[in-house]
């Protein structure tokens, strides 16, 4: 048996492939076309692995471990752990290295139960594929038969024999055997959007077009893993799987860290702008301490406990257990998040373009009327539906699955002994119709139409009256149009059904073959709206989410529907209308527009694109082939688990059921990481701002250091410890109402602002302990640090409280409890530590009970001024987080 692998020869094996009869090369895979045993394709998976291409696998845990060490801020504090070490300040080697530990361990444990979520998560989305195999003899059944099941697609082998039909993708590169109309997306592979047509034909040696990788896709009869079905049907043997396919030779290349997000290049800008303030602000602290108090072995000390309290170690692990804590809660919800970071995108979406079936409808088909052209109930039509679509072997939807529930007609009709198979000429979204070819009694070849009304009415000469065959004149039709509109009206979809009679033939039938058509009738069917619509409607409204309707069905169905459930429709644009506009005015007209119908598949992607012009986050939900190309554009792509194969390959996010509401939970959720991500930033951006502040004015004026850099550097890791519960903290439901983007500005504009209001306090604390205490001499400094060490670490802390949220705090809007209890205790010990062993270890010394009185004074200012800044700051910027 010939295999074709990832080594240079694999180009030649396909085109040898290629040149074969199918018969050839089936001998040389050594199957047949009723397919592989199961025990032969146990041996073979054995042989040649699972059909998995190479992707990035999950990293061990000890390369998160390391990883985990390895970020700017981690970097930076082990730099100055070594100057420490140089210097011999062996305390502060023991609190960075603690500031470390705990900053990794964190990231690690976070990130190691992130990878964890989501390679449960995504286990639970799975991409099967029909393969045809041949139970083991057994002694009930010695001559077994083969069957059609579904595998998935890791199960399937070189040699197995599959069939494909418009929606799946390749699980393998394949051979065709057999083909009808087959048309193949190779865009994952070349780029190329337009569809190109396969064949079961063997290729002589100029159509193999040589044996380059370059040509390697113009092999007509040979499909490649990754790529999918447009339109037609196809059976095909298995030639390579895994990495040995095409797809998977590419895939080795391609493994490797995904481009960054918008989400990514946010945080990143944040974390190099508190990186370079550290590096600005440290030397001008060393240096007037320095100059001021003329130790600078001193100075030098404590501009590195500076630089260690501005780094935001925590940053990594707020942002990872976020994320992660969001793709869990969302599981919980029926939502699996296939990339974490999709999730900002989520709290971010102001536009949500989506279809009617499904999301506003039940997905539910009902077949309510079957009628003739002038709109008389008509058995004939419902029989000629039957055939057609119980014949049919392509994607079999909805309103199929209605028809066949008819299932009486099948003995009724004589399906296997009346009628036989001929041909079939598969959908596509171009003509929007398929058709069956069927033999009645081996006297005549009749052709069974349906699809589309238009398209129909488009390619029909006659209609049926009764036993008549009439032509189809201008009357005729407008009559037929107007049944149509009424049941449009109605709420109902309407597909029409033609037919057309042929003596007996051996060649195949055509897409030329469907013409001349006699119209029989119509079929209804409905869909009835979902009764939570409605209600997830206005949520979506209420949460700043503007729904448009983007469907494949007429306009008066559509707005039918959408009045059911309360959308304000407006003026509907049909799809014939977008060709003939240019971008810029698409942009307009989607901005304006609430309902687009009767759109093809690059028209939906036009539209996602126009709205992503103007600045809007755009999400997607489709399900099926036709939404592909409008799922890869969208910022979010949403697609369900009962899609096709395309559809949710080009996803971000997979619903376990199709529902607004599920949606609407996700929103919220993604708004609720992106507020508790911003809380964190905030908090260190204006604390650090406001202790830099603080420290610079100390400094000008005290002939002793304001803190020692140990009393620093344990200050900073109590603060630092006090933040990590904020990943459990809830968003104010004000908050979660608009939809919440990156802006950089804002975060620099809060930190110049919100940073000195804390500074005001810190110097009423030098005030009350140079003036008040008397410590304003070298011998007293250790009650002057002590002092300032409570109060700082006691305002950094209550600021977790104070920008939490925009309300009063602990008033109008409380922190979770794992929040209000951790900062409680960090407090606690702060005003313990002075009066601890280790305390006075550090050089702190106790403080006399009208301190603390003091204390709470200054406390109490602090929080109201802060309060009164943040009503101002509110009113001027219209926002806070």
């Known amino acids: 048996m010939k295999i074709p692998t990832t080594t240079s020869s694999a180009p030649v094996a396909l085109a040898e492939f290629a040149r074969l009869p199918a018969n050839a090369v089936l001998e040389q895979l050594g199957v047949s076309r009723s397919g592989l045993s199961e025990t032969a394709a146990q041996e073979r998976i054995e042989q040649y692995g699972p059909n998995k291409v190479a992707h990035e696998a999950p990293p061990t845990w000890y390369f998160q471990l390391a990883h985990a060490f390895w970020n700017p801020f981690i970097g930076v504090l082990l730099a100055l752990g070594v100057l420490s070490y140089i210097t011999g300040d062996i305390g502060a080697v023991v609190v960075i290295s603690t500031l470390v530990t705990i900053s990794a361990l964190l990231v690690f444990f976070q990130e190691f ?120 049907t196809a059976s095909a043997v298995v030639l390579a799987t895994g990495g040995r396919t095409y797809f998977g030779s590419m895939a080795k290349g391609l493994v490797g860290q995904r481009p960054p997000t918008s989400f990514d290049i946010g945080v990143n800008k944040v974390s190099w702008l508190l990186i370079r303030f550290m590096v600005i602000m440290v030397p001008i602290v060393f240096v007037i301490n320095g100059l001021s108090k003329h130790n600078w072995v001193d100075a030098f000390m404590f501009g590195l406990a500076v630089a260690v ?14 994320l992660a804590k969001g793709a869990v809660t969302m599981a919980r919800h029926k939502t699996i998040v296939k990339r974490l970071n999709a999730i900002q995108n989520f709290g971010a979406m102001d536009v949500l373009c989506t279809d009617k079936t499904g999301t506003l409808t039940q997905d539910r088909i009902v077949l309510e009327k079957h009628i003739n052209v002038i709109g008389e109930e008509d058995e004939e ?14 994607l079999k939807n909805l309103l199929d699955v209605a028809i066949l529930e008819k299932s009486y007609l099948y003995a009724q009709l004589g399906i296997d002994t009346t009628y036989k198979k001929i041909d079939e000429i598969p959908f596509d979204f171009v003509r929007r119709r398929m058709s069956v070819v069927v033999e009645r009694g081996k006297e005549v070849h009749e052709l069974i139409c349906k699809g589309a009304v238009e398209e129909i009415l488009g390619v029909s000469t006659h209609i049926r009256d009764e ?14 149009l107007e049944v149509v509109q009424e049941l449009n009206e109605d709420g109902l979809r309407v597909i029409a059904i033609a037919y057309r009679e042929f003596p007996p033939r051996t060649e195949a039938f055509t897409v030329a073959d469907e013409g001349e058509l006699i119209l029989a009738g119509f079929m209804a069917f409905l869909d009835p709206p979902k ?28 707005r039918k529907v959408c009045r059911d459930v309360g959308l304000e429709v407006g003026d509907i644009v049909n799809g014939n209308d977008l060709d003939a506009l240019s971008d810029a005015e698409l942009s307009d007209l989607a901005e304006r527009t609430t309902v687009f119908a009767k759109l093809a598949p690059l028209q939906k992607t036009r539209v996602v694109q126009a709205l992503r012009a103007r600045g809007h986050t755009v999400g997607f939900l489709g399900d099926g082939i036709n939404d592909a190309g409008a799922l890869r554009e969208a910022d979010l792509g949403i697609s369900v688990d009962s899609a096709v194969d395309i559809a949710k390959e080009s996803a971000d996010i997979i619903l376990l059921e199709k529902s607004l509401m599920v949606l609407e939970e996700g929103v919220l959720e993604g708004r609720k990481i992106f507020g508790n991500i911003i809380k964190y930033i905030k908090m260190t951006a204006s604390s650090n701002y406001g202790n830099v502040f603080s420290v610079l004015v100390a400094s000008s004026f005290l002939p002793f250091l304001p803190m020692l850099p140990i009393q620093l550097l344990v200050l900073n890791l109590l603060y630092n410890i006090s933040q990590t519960t904020i990943p459990f903290d809830d968003m104010d439901a004000d ?37 008040v205490f008397k410590a304003n001499a070298p011998a007293n400094q250790s009650l002057f640090q002590s002092g300032w060490f409570i109060e700082s670490l006691i305002s950094q802390t209550l600021v977790v409280h104070l920008i939490r949220t925009a309300k009063i705090p602990f008033i109008q809007s409380r922190a979770t409890w794992p929040v209000l209890t951790l900062t409680t205790i960090i407090m606690v010990i702060g005003m313990v530590l002075p009066f601890s062993p280790l305390g006075v270890h550090m050089g702190l010394t106790p403080l006399p009970a009208i301190y603390f009185l003091w204390l709470a004074l200054i406390v109490t200012a602090y929080i109201a001024l802060t309060q009164v800044v943040k009503v101002w700051y509110i009113k001027r910027y219209n926002a806070w987080l």
Do not use: C
């Not at 040589?210 to 447009?230: E, H, I, K, P």
């Not at 309290?309 to 976020?322: D, K």
């Not at 039509?381 to 014949?391: E, F, G, P």
């Open 467 to 480: 036993d008549r065959i009439v032509p189809l004149d201008d009357e005729t039709r407008e009559t037929a």
């Open 113 to 232: 139960r992130s990878n964890k979520a989501a390679i449960e998560l995504q286990a639970m989305v799975t991409t099967r594929a029909t393969v045809e195999r041949v139970n083991d003899a057994t002694e009930d059944e010695p001559a077994p038969t083969p069957t059609k099941r579904e595998l998935p697609i890791e199960a399937i082998v070189p040699g197995d024999i599959v069939h494909v039909s418009a929606g799946d993708m390749l699980p393998a590169d394949v051979r065709f055997l057999s083909s009808k109309d087959l048309f193949i997306s190779q865009s994952a592979l070349t780029g190329e959007a337009i569809p190109v047509e396969k064949s079961d034909a063997a290729m002589d040696d100029g159509g193999a077009a040589g044996t380059s990788a370059q040509s390697l896709t113009d092999l007509r009869n040979v499909g490649f893993m990754g790529t999918s079905v447009v339109s037609g």
């Open 381 to 394: 039509v419902l029989n000629l539906a039957y055939l057609n679509s119980v014949y049919q072997t392509g």
């Open 735 to 771: 908050y979660l109402l608009v939809p919440r983007k990156w802006s950089a500005d804002d975060i620099g504009r809060f930190m110049l602002i919100i940073g000195p209001t804390s500074s005001v306090f810190d110097m009423a604390t030098f005030a009350v302990m140079w003036w």
């Open 531 to 558: 009764d939570s619509a409605a209600p997830a409607l206005r949520a979506l409204k209420e949460a700043g989410v503007a729904v448009k309707i983007l469907t494949g069905d007429n306009a008066t169905v559509t």
């Open 309 to 322: 309290g501005l780094t935001p170690e925590m940053l990594p692990m707020i942002v990872t257990a976020n």
